[in-house]
């Protein structure tokens, strides 16, 4: 019985992370490295915002005794924000090693994805995402303005975390947007 070991496989990260002092070299002063580890960290953080509307949205749900309506909007929210960053997360051209984008040179589209049809999917879902994430956000304003804390102070706070987190995701929606617009090497 002898014992083998596996050879280790080399992913295109580490590959091309061995290779930064050459790729460091023939750079320009103008051109820069795309941040992908804060994009990284922004997705993730609306990751974990997304989850936290969802779970208050649960809890608006069983304050109010009622569907999905007023603070219980949290619920979808918060699944489609999730499903939007871990698509993005997942279709990323830079954590499998870079490949150019084929949406065209001109498209607005060509920082969402690698292909026509990523960037189109990652559109609808981040559109549906944010205009949620602004209903929800609205509906907080509403709900802090008009609720009476004696008679319901969950729903107070609950809109109160919901505001907070909706503007952390909205936040890190327009960070994102921002980096890749700036550092897109297309």
Same mark, same amino acid.
């Given at each position: 019985m002898?014992?083998?070991?596996?050879?280790?496989?080399?992913?295109?990260?580490?590959?091309?992370?061995?290779?930064? $002092?050459?790729?460091?070299?023939?750079?320009?002063?103008?051109?820069?490295?795309? $941040?992908?580890?804060?994009?990284?960290?922004?997705?993730?953080?609306?990751v974990?915002?997304?989850?936290?509307?969802?779970?208050?949205?649960?809890?608006?749900?069983?304050?109010?005794?009622?569907?999905?309506?007023?603070?219980?909007?949290? /619920?979808?929210? +918060?699944?489609?924000? /999730?499903?939007?960053?871990?698509?993005?997360?997942? !279709?990323?051209r830079?954590? +499998? +090693?870079?490949?150019?984008?084929?949406?065209?040179?001109?498209?607005?589209?060509?920082?969402? +994805?690698?292909?026509?049809?990523?960037?189109?999917?990652?559109?609808?879902?981040?559109?549906?995402?944010?205009?949620?994430?602004?209903?929800?956000?609205?509906?907080?304003?509403? !709900?802090?303005?008009?609720?009476?804390?004696?008679?319901?102070? !969950?729903?107070?706070? /609950?809109?109160?975390?919901?505001?907070?987190?909706?503007?952390?995701?909205?936040?890190?929606?327009?960070?994102?947007?921002?980096?890749?617009?700036?550092?897109?090497?297309?």
């Open positions: 002898t014992g083998r070991r596996k050879e280790s496989v080399v992913s295109d990260v580490v590959r091309t992370l061995d290779e930064l $002092p050459s790729v460091v070299a023939k750079l320009t002063t103008t051109d820069t490295l795309y $941040p992908f580890s804060q994009v990284l960290r922004l997705r993730v953080l609306q974990v915002c997304g989850i936290s509307v969802v779970v208050m949205g649960a809890v608006a749900c069983i304050d109010d005794r009622t569907a999905l309506t007023k603070l219980g909007l949290g /619920v979808p929210a +918060g699944l489609v924000t /999730v499903i939007a960053a871990a698509a993005s997360i997942h !279709t990323s830079g954590f +499998g +090693g870079y490949r150019a984008s084929t949406c065209g040179e001109g498209s607005l589209l060509r920082v969402l +994805g690698p292909n026509l049809q990523i960037a189109a999917f990652l559109t609808l879902l981040w559109m549906a995402a944010c205009c949620l994430q602004a209903a929800l956000f609205i509906q907080s304003l509403i !709900t802090i303005k008009y609720s009476d804390t004696r008679e319901s102070q !969950t729903s107070f706070l /609950v809109a109160l975390v919901q505001l907070v987190l909706s503007s952390l995701t909205l936040l890190a929606v327009i960070l994102v947007l921002r980096v890749d617009c700036l550092h897109d090497p297309d």
